[in-house]
């Protein structure tokens, strides 16, 4: 890539001038010269008519946040599709354990009202009322979930209402989403109401705090293919006591307890960041933004975290199991290294995961030319420090703000969990990222391509441009590279593999890529814009 906006230009020209000019927002290609992020459009309105990568928001509560919560149930209040929609697709693994047995693992089940049209004219919260004491009656859950979906907040179902009515009458708490898919512009939103009910119901309700020095949450960890259960095992040799995975095999109990910990890392920054800055200006627990997709991106989020409590001996031992692990994986990525070495990828993947792959495709010697997120903010690619110049929009006006303050029993001063004075806490920001995150464009290579919510178009034109080798993808859109003659790799729930996080999970990764560049299927498959080179040149001849 060169570094200027041809190959935007040549992308937008079928676009009409309107939704040229939008769509123009949207993409940035790195600048080396350019000493921070242009602003770049975001978190707006998918233009109707293009086909989107995007879910709503009623995916982003029920899919993504409350419904890998393993022990409490999870009601879809709609129509079958939005239930289906949103089950067993994203692989959130669970177990049991001394707290949650098996017969209270309920992630993987799928509990929906089934709304009829007579529901839609009478209206559904009857219906509701009755599965509640349904579910209770046969599974005995701790908690229950109620995710709304369009219709019910177009027919006015008081799901909060029935919610109450059921708490008193079975004496457990029942959360009510107000998560409706058209309440947001993507599935952000739906992470945003999640977070906030969460913080508002459940966190902070807890008295126990787990035994250990050091304790620690994992937020934005959905656990997709037992990828939390990899990260545990590396920050407990380390030395931490891991207190809750936010919320890939987490509990109720779990999450009641999320503010008796020390310290929040944040490995998906858009869907939990909220709780994290919530639970900061509550408790006053600090967070740091994590990366443990790559080895070096692994070794240095251990690093920065073991700074974080002044304490020798955790510095040591994290040292230690650094280079254990790396030793131990390193041949073994060499091996997959001389397959993938000097390949390119596109990443379209939402949270962080289009960034912390950039990681891990770098240790194998591949590179992502271009990149984008199909529901980022503005800070998700420029860094956290545009937050104050993002104007509110009624879009946005549409998810309630909670406004919290300091608890006058449970807050502590945030240098005092890390077992520091204020001033080493000062020195320590200025070393360590706590309280931010900078964004992917400063980790793009100049002339890379950064896009927002790509199309169906743009993604077919960009491919066409560049020829990748591989795509990484979400559920849908990865049949469009299969079409387009690519090798492509989900990343939302890694197809059937996994886990990728961490140094275990680097193996993996590095596996399932070596083994989709050289599968010899793709050799079969002639791209679109080869076929017409071909039938240009026969014509000519």
Known sequence: MTGTDEPIEEMLAPYPDLVKKNRKKHLIVKNESAECCPPIEANTRTIPGIISQRGCAYAGCKGVVVGPIKDMITITHGPVGCGYYSWGTRRNKARADDTTPKDKIYSQLCFITDMQEPDIVFGGEKKLAKMIDEVVAMFHPRAINICATCPVGLIGDDINAVAKAAMERHGIQVLA?????????????????????????????????????????????????????????????????????????SSYLDIKNLHMADINLVQCHRSINYIAEMMETKYGIPWLKVNFIGIEATNESLRQLARCFNDKELENQTEIVIARET??????????????????????????????????????????????????????????????????????????????????????????????????????????????????????????????????????ELVAKYKPDLIFSGVRDKYIAHKLGVASKQLHSYDYAGPYAGYSGAINFARDVANALSTPAWKLITPPWEKENNEGSESIA
């Open 177 to 249: 989403y107000n998560c409706e898919g058209y309440k947001g512009v993507s599935q952000s939103a739906g992470h945003h109401i999640a977070n906030n009910n969460l913080m508002q119901n459940v966190i902070g309700t807890g008295t126990e705090r787990k035994p250990g020095k050091h304790v620690i949450n994992i937020l934005g960890e959905y656990n997709i293919g037992g990828d939390g259960w990899e990260l545990e095992r590396i920050l407990t040799e380390c030395g931490y006591t891991v207190n809750s995975i936010l919320t890939g095999d």
């Open 327 to 460: 030793a131990r994986v390193t041949a073994v990525l060499e091996q997959y290294r001389k397959i993938c070495k000097g390949k390119t990828a596109f990443a379209f993947v939402g949270g962080s995961r289009s960034h912390h792959y950039q990681y891990l495709l770098r240790d194998l010697g591949m590179e992502i030319v271009v990149a984008g997120y199909e529901f980022a903010h503005r800070d998700d690619y420029e860094g956290r420090q545009v937050i104050p110049t993002i104007k509110s929009d009624a879009d946005s006006k549409n998810i309630p703000e909670l406004h919290l303050k300091p608890d006058p029993e449970r807050y502590r001063e945030t240098h005092e969990y890390l077992n520091m004075t204020k001033e080493e806490y000062e020195a320590l920001k200025k070393d360590v990222p706590l309280s931010y995150y900078e964004g992917m464009y400063p980790n793009m290579q100049p002339g890379e391509l950064m896009i927002d919510d790509a199309n169906h178009h743009e993604v077919e």
